[in-house]
């Protein structure tokens, strides 16, 4: 984890973490690490100022052998919880819209059909999207529902051989162009929430009852679009309820499994961030010499290692305890809470370091920057983390 420039060499390692890796683990860094150098960076501050994803780069991405991350079977690479993190840290290292791209359909698309899917369901979807041939999204999130998305209130009304939707979603990642979208929403039966998946007609448009749009306007994520969807006499074939979801309990289910590596992502920011900043204050001459020489610029250095290093050995050891199946939801939100928190500080310092340059798009500081303001609060917002880590410290819930 090193990179090397005219200046003194970064070390991004301090602590050696690279020598717990199995050879499999790096020759998967060297793949998307290589992927994303001559795929994503040449590419990704022009599509993050035209606010549209580079749709281009999915062949490549298709054949690096990481679309569908932990998945066994079904065309899908079956990674380790440690591996699923590693991906997620290099491509969020490049871009963290791309990242976005394979977590939303990776991780919560394609997660949720092959944790609730029944066998037929996980044949249908599960190798096309493997693929990427089709493309995935997961609609929870609702206009008046983030963080309470437990009270959705999207219904799913049984109507002989299939269910009809009602409803809104909003901030829906991939929701106006995937070709499989997961819809939850409450049966009105039992008053349960459940997965229904919605597919694309022959003809590439959506079924009627269907209305997705970009959200515009945004200062970060730019490169991936969020959909705000109006859902109104949706008709979905009832063989298309995914058939193990019965509960809300599924949702938690699937954002417990991705929590994890949503805090791999915040390392994967601030590694760039930190690797960018250490190595532009060496190169950078003020007052006759470079800024590196300054103590509060070695100071801030040192105390940025330190929160990457603190990170660095919190999602590896996250990562450890998933893949023994010992990792807990508290745990998990832990990990996300404190790296959204200090990935977000980081890179906020690493903008300071660069002074009026970490502005511009070409120094990559600026994209990862407003990134963090976007991962600090997805999946859980950092506060809502630290409630579900008191209730566990206090047995107490602050919950309303």
């Known amino acids: 984890m090193t990179i090397t420039t005219t200046a003194h060499p970064v070390d991004t390692d301090f602590y050696q973490i690279g020598d717990l890796l199995g050879d499999d683990d790096r020759n998967l860094i060297t793949r998307v690490r290589g992927f994303v150098d001559s795929e994503v960076l040449p590419v990704i501050n022009e599509h993050w100022e035209l606010a549209d994803f580079p749709y281009q780069i ?9 679309v569908g991350t932990a998945i066994q079977g079904y065309g899908c690479p079956g990674l380790t919880r440690l591996q699923t993190g590693l991906v997620a840290m290099e491509l969020s290292r490049g871009d963290g819209s791309v990242n976005t791209l394979n977590a939303v359909h990776s991780g919560l698309a394609m997660g949720s059909i092959a944790l609730l899917g029944d066998d037929e369901q996980k044949q249908r979807w599960l ?25 959705l209130e999207t219904t799913a009304r049984r109507e002989g051989d299939v269910y009809v939707i009602d409803g809104a979603k909003r901030w829906i990642g991939l929701g106006h162009v995937a070709d499989i979208v997961i819809i939850w929403a409450r049966d009105t039966a039992d008053s349960k929430v459940k997965a229904f998946v ?6 590439g448009g959506y079924p009627d009852g269907y209305e997705a749009e970009a959200i515009t306007g945004k200062i970060a994520k730019r490169a991936i679009q969020q959909a705000h969807i109006e859902i109104s006499g949706l008709r979905i074939p009832a063989g298309n309820k995914l058939a193990k979801s019965s509960s809300f309990r599924d949702v938690s289910a699937i954002l417990n499994r991705t929590r994890s590596t949503v805090a791999w992502e915040a390392l994967g920011h601030a590694l760039a961030a930190y690797e960018a900043a250490a190595a532009y204050v060496q190169e ?32 590896f050891r996250t990562a450890t305890l ?20 200090h990935a977000r500080a980081l890179c906020r310092d690493a903008r300071d370091l660069l002074g009026g340059n970490g502005l511009l798009l070409e120094n990559h500081v600026a994209r990862h920057l407003t990134d963090m303001e976007v991962v600090h609060t997805y999946e859980g917002t950092d506060f809502i983390q630290s409630l579900i880590i008191g209730r566990q410290i206090t047995g107490i819930s602050a919950f309303a």
């Open 58 to 66: 999915l062949p490549a991405l298709g054949e690096l052998g990481i």
């Open 284 to 315: 950078r001459v003020q007052f006759g010499k470079p800024i590196a020489s300054y103590q509060l610029v070695q100071n801030k250095l040192a105390n940025m290692l330190a929160d990457l290093t603190a990170m660095q050995l919190l999602c």
């Open 198 to 203: 919605l597919e694309k007609n022959a003809d």
């Open 322 to 341: 998933q893949d023994e199946g010992r990792l807990t939801n508290e745990q998990a939100s832990l990990a996300k809470m404190f790296t959204g928190e």
């Open 127 to 151: 190798p096309e999207m493997a693929a990427l041939r089709k493309l995935g999204a997961f609609a929870l999130t609702e206009p008046e529902h983030g963080s309470d998305s437990v009270a």
